[in-house]
């Protein structure tokens, strides 16, 4: 059971969203088999620059019911378009990062912003064109103002045993972040183990945009992110679980 499906974003991006059902899954954080579901989109589908740039594990109970796998199936439809959603969102914050490049470079000529221009135009070719149409388009350039922070967007490789690691550190830091909310909202979350959830997902998150890293050493950065997620995991689920929590 899956789903292969081609189509165009706004932007004139080709993308290519592929969706399987992986069966029965032993999934080692909550230490329980699941019926997982894999969600994995490719940018610039069929050119020599296509990349993975989204990716998703949905997680069911491993139930094997001809309803079950109606709605299991069901929901498979409803996932692709929610994907789409979620790029066409992605790139819209891209056009954003692009156009505010443009502006910068225009006021300054730093070459710094330059480089990254060029590495924005080659990574979002048509995401690139449609936000300089914009900008072409809109009033003058204003004064600059205090750039906002920006939001770093996952790396998801095409080496499936790396694009496994980082699907399940998304996936284990949603649902320590989850649990560790059930936790604070009951006033069970100490100072101490906030902070700690807190520097784990914010190293998280710092993982799973590197670029610049050899394979062997992305991999083993990626396992030992991943082992110290699902510890604090563990951790946090047992203090949910011992009082009462779902």
């Known amino acids: 059971m899956g789903l292969n499906q081609n189509h165009c974003s706004r932007s004139g991006t080709p993308y290519h969203l592929q969706i399987e059902d992986r069966g029965p899954v032993f999934d080692d954080a909550t230490e329980a088999w ?51 959603g979620i790029l066409e969102e992605r790139e819209e914050r891209q056009v954003g990062r692009i156009k505010k490049l443009l502006e910068r470079y225009y006021r300054s000529r730093d070459e710094n912003v330059k480089r990254e221009i060029e590495e924005a135009n080659a990574l979002y070719p048509f995401v690139f064109a449609r936000a300089f149409q914009e900008l072409k388009a809109e009033r003058p350039p204003t004064p600059e103002a205090a750039a906002a922070p920006e939001e770093s967007e996952t790396v998801y490789p095409l080496d499936p045993v790396r694009r496994e690691l980082v699907l399940e550190i998304e996936r284990v830091g ?63 689920r047992a203090r949910v679980t011992r009082g009462g929590g779902a």
């Not at 998703?56 to 789409?84: G, K, W, Y």
């Not at 949603?174 to 069970?188: C, V, Y």
């Open 174 to 236: 949603q649902e320590l972040q989850r649990d560790l909310t059930s936790l604070k909202a009951r006033g069970a979350a100490d100072d101490i183990l906030q902070a700690t959830c807190a520097k784990l997902l914010a190293r998280a998150k710092e993982s799973l945009a590197r670029r610049d890293a050899s394979a062997d050493f992305a991999t083993r950065h990626l396992e030992m992110t991943r082992n110290s997620l699902v510890t604090a995991y563990r951790q946090v």
């Open 34 to 84: 699941v019926r997982r579901v894999n969600v994995i989109a490719y940018a610039n589908y069929g050119e020599p620059s296509a990349r993975i740039v989204y990716g998703r594990d949905h997680d069911f109970p491993d139930v094997r019911t001809h309803e079950n796998n109606r709605a299991v199936a069901l929901r498979i439809q409803e996932l692709a378009a929610e994907s789409r």
